[in-house]
């Protein structure tokens, strides 16, 4: 058994190699740019909602006030004619990145922290470069990517999506494992 405090290195080493990883995928590679439809006449939809001020948050349309709600003639009605939509809205400074970014740096290194502790728990000082990045790495990839695919589920996110960012988890999984094996404490 190794302590959580004595992998606090490969914790914070991993957290940064996915840091730039993800920098990588995402500002190089940009696979991610088709991940949002652009909304046919654009312009003229975000004139249209504007003047109802719509605070920050996640909505759905139409939405039933409970599981009754849904069997009303009304409700189907209102999906039949549609649009139906989930959606979020944004403040106006979704594009200031700094937040977001330390977001995900500090989600890196708490996903790195359940992988050190599960790794931990099951493998002593001195293990195997391999056993430590089977530990790591699949706890990692979990964290990272199993996560999604509710949304896919329930949500009706693409499935297109959901794969590329299982496919980032993965590469964050084998990233964070390799730093793991690197890093891992000798006695």
Same mark, same amino acid.
């Given at each position: 058994?190794?302590?959580?405090?004595?992998?606090?290195?490969?914790?914070?080493?991993?957290?940064?190699?996915?840091?730039?990883?993800?920098?990588?995928?995402?500002?190089?590679?940009?696979?991610? @740019?088709?991940?949002?439809?652009?909304?046919?006449?654009?312009?003229?939809?975000?004139?249209?909602?504007?003047?109802?001020?719509?605070?920050? =948050? &996640?909505?759905?349309?139409?939405?039933?006030?409970?599981?009754?709600?849904?069997?009303?003639?009304?409700?189907?009605?209102?999906?039949?004619? =549609?649009?139906?939509?989930?959606?979020?809205?944004?403040?106006?400074?979704?594009? @200031?990145?700094?937040?977001?970014?330390?977001?995900?740096?500090?989600?890196?290194?708490?996903?790195?922290?359940?992988?050190?502790?599960?790794?931990?728990?099951?493998?002593?000082?001195?293990?195997?470069?391999?056993?430590?990045?089977?530990?790591?790495?699949?706890?990692?990839?979990? =964290?990272?990517?199993?996560? @999604?695919?509710? @949304?896919?589920?329930?949500?009706?996110?693409?499935?297109?999506?959901?794969?590329?960012?299982?496919? &980032?988890?993965?590469?964050?999984?084998?990233?964070?494992?390799?730093?793991?094996?690197?890093?891992?404490?000798?006695?």
């Amino acid at each position: 058994m190794v302590s959580i405090v004595s992998l606090w290195l490969p914790i914070l080493v991993s957290a940064v190699f996915v840091f730039i990883v993800s920098s990588v995928i995402h500002m190089v590679l940009k696979y991610h @740019n088709t991940d949002f439809k652009t909304v046919p006449n654009e312009d003229q939809v975000m004139a249209a909602l504007r003047p109802f001020n719509i605070p920050p =948050g &996640d909505y759905m349309m139409p939405r039933p006030a409970d599981a009754a709600a849904m069997k009303t003639p009304e409700f189907q009605a209102k999906c039949k004619q =549609g649009p139906v939509i989930g959606m979020t809205v944004y403040s106006s400074e979704m594009f @200031n990145m700094g937040p977001s970014l330390v977001m995900w740096f500090l989600f890196s290194v708490v996903v790195s922290v359940f992988a050190a502790y599960v790794a931990g728990r099951a493998l002593p000082a001195g293990a195997e470069y391999l056993a430590v990045f089977r530990f790591t790495g699949v706890t990692a990839f979990v =964290g990272y990517a199993v996560a @999604n695919w509710p @949304n896919s589920i329930w949500y009706k996110r693409s499935w297109t999506t959901t794969l590329k960012n299982t496919f &980032d988890g993965l590469v964050y999984g084998l990233v964070t494992a390799g730093a793991f094996g690197w890093l891992w404490p000798s006695s």
